[in-house]
């Protein structure tokens, strides 16, 4: 039988946003061994975040990046225009500087990859609560780099996500609806940009920093 936990008003009320079973098992048992925090709310999808996140209202919501439908970053966004304090952390595989930018501008308090240790979880969902922003050193070093690399539109982004696809500048012209010399264009700026000189190395660039994920990415043929 598990242990009943007593929730009072000093009990940090957490969601766990994350499409895998269990990942959130997971997660609930560690927050369980702290008797000062309490999961009262889980979702699979970033829909379901919201949901729950209007019904339960979480003192800290923990968000995955990568679900289907809605994805982290919407739901975080959704999130904090129902309410704008909202706390919330992103625990994720991915460590890539946008994707941490991308995170934090859209309101996340907080930073973590899943490998990390449970004890760096606990502590950064006390920082978050406690109103403190929560991103480990190495990942804030990471963030500062960001700052100093010329950013891709967004419409270099798309071009990147469909090379990613394994599409031609022809395809990507017809997606786009632009010329195939408007995409050369593009696709000479992502080389400047991310100090690449092929295809092959501009994709590891783009998913080594977040720009585009593993799911974009087109077997080899």
Do not use: W
């Not at 970033?46 to 729950?52: D, I, K, L, P």
């Not at 490998?115 to 606990?122: A, C, F, G, M, Q």
């Not at 990147?160 to 593009?186: D, F, P, Q, S």
Request: aromatic share 4%; hydrophobic share 45%.
């Amino acid at each position: 039988m598990s242990q009943e936990i007593q929730v009072t008003d000093s009990t940090i009320r957490v969601m766990c946003v994350d499409d895998h079973r269990l990942m959130r098992e997971g997660i609930v048992l560690i927050i369980g061994l702290d008797p000062s925090m309490t999961v009262v709310a889980e979702a699979a999808t970033g829909e379901e975040a919201v949901e729950r996140f209007v019904a339960c209202r979480p003192d800290v919501t923990l968000m995955d990046l990568q679900m289907p439908g809605m994805n982290g970053l919407r739901a975080i966004h959704a999130i904090r225009a129902v309410q704008a304090d909202a706390r919330i952390i992103v625990l994720t595989m991915y460590a890539g500087d946008t994707n941490i930018y991308h995170a934090l501008q859209a309101g996340a308090m907080g930073y973590l990859l899943k490998d990390s240790v449970p004890d760096d979880l606990i502590r950064i969902i006390h920082d978050v609560h406690a109103g403190k922003r929560a991103v480990p050193a190495h990942l804030e070093a990471m963030l500062t780099e960001h700052e100093t690399k010329p950013a891709l539109t967004f419409r270099e982004i798309e071009v990147l996500e469909l090379l990613a696809k394994g599409m031609r500048n022809k395809e990507i012209g017809g997606t786009l609806y632009i010329t195939e010399e408007t995409v050369r264009a593009h696709i000479r700026n992502i080389f400047l940009k991310l100090n690449v000189h092929d295809r092959t190395a501009a994709l590891a660039e783009g998913l080594r920093r977040g720009i585009v994920r593993v799911g974009y990415v087109a077997e080899a043929e």
